[in-house]
């Protein structure tokens, strides 16, 4: 409660009880079912408010859980995961996250995915390192944005840390380096 200054607080313990796996959480968001998708250092979780409890999400076959820097949830309820090691994603009413690939798209040395975000169009973008996807998921197609440092009409280099639409069709991101609209 902010107006008295009282908060319930959920930690990491040692053996994972009740908390996070992740000491530093770096993405929040909720679902249609009231659930929360957590994503940290430690991978991703979902608490569940009617148990009041945190349960360890897999993504895809990764023995260890690979850092989620962003978590989102897209208008058919699918729930999309940035990570270090790419961008995962489970439909609504799957039961597993499958990896969605994209470094075929722009032969990438490093797989990370910083951003997600779905325009008024029903697009999917996922910010990654010097390049953004525009990804079509019912068609499973992927176009890829890149950098090209020595362009100043491209792509701003770096991580691609946020994505918002401002105005219809006009998709804003912000990266280590710049804000560019795409």
Not at 148 to 170: D, H, K, Y
């Given at each position: 409660d902010a107006r008295t200054e009282t908060f319930r607080t959920w930690r990491r313990d040692a053996n994972g009880v009740r908390g996070p796996r992740s000491a530093s959480v770096d993405a929040l968001v909720?679902?249609?079912?009231?659930g929360l998708w957590v994503g940290g250092d430690g991978g991703l979780d979902r608490f569940d408010p009617r148990a009041n409890a945190f349960a360890p999400v897999a993504l895809g076959t990764a023995r260890v859980?690979?850092?989620?820097?962003?978590?989102?949830?897209d208008r058919k309820g699918a729930v999309w995961a940035g990570t270090q090691t790419g961008l995962f994603v489970r439909a609504r009413g799957a039961s597993r996250f499958?990896?969605?690939?994209?470094?075929r798209a722009a032969r990438l040395a490093t797989p990370a995915v910083y951003s997600v975000y779905e325009d008024g169009g029903g697009r999917i973008w996922a910010g990654s390192v010097n390049a953004l996807f525009e990804i079509d998921a019912s068609r499973r197609a992927v176009h890829a944005l890149l950098s090209a440092p020595q362009?100043?009409?491209?792509?701003?280099?770096?991580?691609q840390w946020s994505l918002i639409e401002m105005t219809p069709g006009v998709l804003w991101e912000g990266t280590d380096s710049a804000v560019s609209i795409v």
């Amino acid at each position: 409660d902010a107006r008295t200054e009282t908060f319930r607080t959920w930690r990491r313990d040692a053996n994972g009880v009740r908390g996070p796996r992740s000491a530093s959480v770096d993405a929040l968001v909720q679902s249609a079912d009231g659930g929360l998708w957590v994503g940290g250092d430690g991978g991703l979780d979902r608490f569940d408010p009617r148990a009041n409890a945190f349960a360890p999400v897999a993504l895809g076959t990764a023995r260890v859980a690979p850092i989620v820097w962003s978590v989102y949830v897209d208008r058919k309820g699918a729930v999309w995961a940035g990570t270090q090691t790419g961008l995962f994603v489970r439909a609504r009413g799957a039961s597993r996250f499958v990896r969605f690939p994209l470094q075929r798209a722009a032969r990438l040395a490093t797989p990370a995915v910083y951003s997600v975000y779905e325009d008024g169009g029903g697009r999917i973008w996922a910010g990654s390192v010097n390049a953004l996807f525009e990804i079509d998921a019912s068609r499973r197609a992927v176009h890829a944005l890149l950098s090209a440092p020595q362009n100043a009409r491209t792509l701003a280099p770096g991580q691609q840390w946020s994505l918002i639409e401002m105005t219809p069709g006009v998709l804003w991101e912000g990266t280590d380096s710049a804000v560019s609209i795409v």
